[in-house]
Each structure stands twice: as structure tokens, then as C-alpha cells.
């Protein structure tokens, strides 16, 4: 399996940008770059999803490095409502195996107000 | 994107009972999941419900512990059997409606064995 390593916590500021790093050395020319996050007593929610080019959504944008080995996700003005644990996951699409996700500890984001 | 009912939300077991929980989809998905979330951890998946057939188990999870149902595309139940209380946990139900898309989770059954 493809891993990805993310720091485990980190701080913003409500109202500022957040930049939640992950790297993904080992990642396969077909593992997309999914971000989910889990609000507290949630489960976990989609996010953003990347293969090469960076991606803007409503929630997030997706920064994607050239040599695909790592990726940032973009909270262009972080809210209290942000605070959760963010997921960054690698699926394979050309293996049965890429059909779920592996999730690994995820960085914790604090936002203080 | 699909909206999944999770029932129940939590309970208080005692050992050596069991428990069902259920997921319910409001549209019909390709493939649904189940997971679990021991405390303070991350998520781990069980298994994939297969509709109409046996689920496939991940490693370190058995069908006679975690027997699931699928009975069709958009309902699915897991069975936490003869509960000790190292299976306290949440558990949470995933699908994808659309191959390649974003996955849906339920809000999960908060299970507690006493």
C-alpha cells in the first residue's frame, strides 16, 4: 500500500489560511490524492480529490507537487468550524484494492479564535 | 451526494451479547463499507458488503465476529457478536455512489460493552 505521512497536529488562527502538509514519496502513477476530514462525533467527510492538477472546490483547494511525492491541502480562511482531523489518503484506481480507503492518523487542526 | 441513515447511534451492551447495526442509503451505491474507530484512533476498515454475496473481510476481522448483511444496493447491516469490551468502539458505515467519486460516511453507532 501506498502511505502518506502528515504531521499530527497543528494551530491557525480563525480567518487566516491553513496549509495541512502530506507526503507521499512511494505514490503510484495511479493513486489519486483524496483529503476527507472528521468533524468531532462525525464521521468522516469528503474533502477534495487530485491526480496531477491542482483542484479548487467550495471547501478546499489542492496543491499538488510536480513529481506528485507530496500535496498540500489550502483552507483559504480557516473558522472555528474547521477544527477536525484531516485525512489524506492515497486510492489506487488500477487495483481492486483502491475500491476503499486506508486512513492513517491524520493531522489534527486546532483553529483558535 | 448519498445521505446514509446509521441506526442506532449508540448503545450500552453487556458482554457476551450481540449487536446489529444498520445502514441505510438513500439511493442505490456501488459498493458499501464498514469500518471501525477505536477510541482516540483512526479509522480501520472490516470489511466490504457485497450485495447478494459474502462480504470480504479485512485482515483481523472474521465472519463469525463481524457477520454483515447486504440484501440489496442500498441497505447494509453489521453484527457485533458475543461483545467484550476491547469492541467498544464506533462504528461507521461508508459507500460510493459513483466509482471515483467521494465517499459517504454515516455518523456511526457509538458502541460501549460492559
Known amino acids: 500500500d501506498a502511505k502518506t505521512t502528515q504531521p499530527n497536529s497543528m494551530e491557525s488562527n480563525e480567518e487566516e489560511p491553513v496549509h495541512l502538509p502530506c507526503n507521499h514519496s512511494?505514490?503510484?502513477?495511479?493513486?489519486?490524492i483524496h483529503w476527507y476530514r472528521q468533524l468531532p462525533s462525525q464521521g468522516p467527510e469528503y474533502v477534495i480529490h487530485g491526480l496531477t492538477s491542482n483542484v479548487n472546490n467550495r471547501m478546499a483547494s489542492l496543491a499538488i507537487a510536480e513529481d506528485r511525492k507530496s500535496s498540500t491541502l489550502i483552507l483559504h480562511r480557516a473558522t472555528l468550524r474547521d477544527a477536525a482531523v484531516y485525512y489524506c489518503?492515497?486510492?489506487?484506481?488500477?487495483?481492486?484494492?483502491?475500491?476503499?480507503?486506508?486512513f492513517g492518523g491524520g493531522t489534527r487542526l486546532m483553529v483558535k479564535p | 451526494s448519498a445521505v446514509i441513515s446509521q441506526k442506532p447511534s449508540r448503545d450500552i451492551c453487556q458482554r457476551g451479547t450481540s449487536l446489529t447495526i444498520q445502514c441505510q442509503v438513500d439511493s442505490q451505491v456501488t459498493m458499501m463499507f464498514w469500518y471501525r474507530q477505536q477510541p482516540g484512533q483512526s479509522l480501520t476498515l472490516i470489511a466490504t458488503?457485497?450485495?447478494?454475496?459474502?462480504?470480504?473481510?479485512e485482515s483481523g476481522f472474521v465472519i463469525d465476529k463481524f457477520p454483515i448483511s447486504r440484501p440489496n444496493l442500498t441497505f447494509s447491516t453489521l453484527t457485533v457478536s458475543n461483545m467484550s469490551p476491547e469492541d467498544s468502539s464506533i462504528y461507521l458505515c461508508?459507500?460510493?455512489?459513483?466509482?471515483?467519486?467521494?465517499?459517504?460516511f454515516g455518523s456511526g453507532t457509538r458502541l460501549t460493552v460492559v
Open positions: 458488503a457485497n450485495q447478494g454475496s459474502e462480504a470480504t473481510y
Open positions: 461508508s459507500v460510493v455512489a459513483v466509482a471515483g467519486s467521494g465517499y459517504t
Open positions: 512511494t505514490i503510484s502513477g495511479t493513486d489519486y
Open positions: 489518503i492515497l486510492r489506487d484506481v488500477g487495483t481492486n484494492a483502491g475500491n476503499m480507503l486506508t
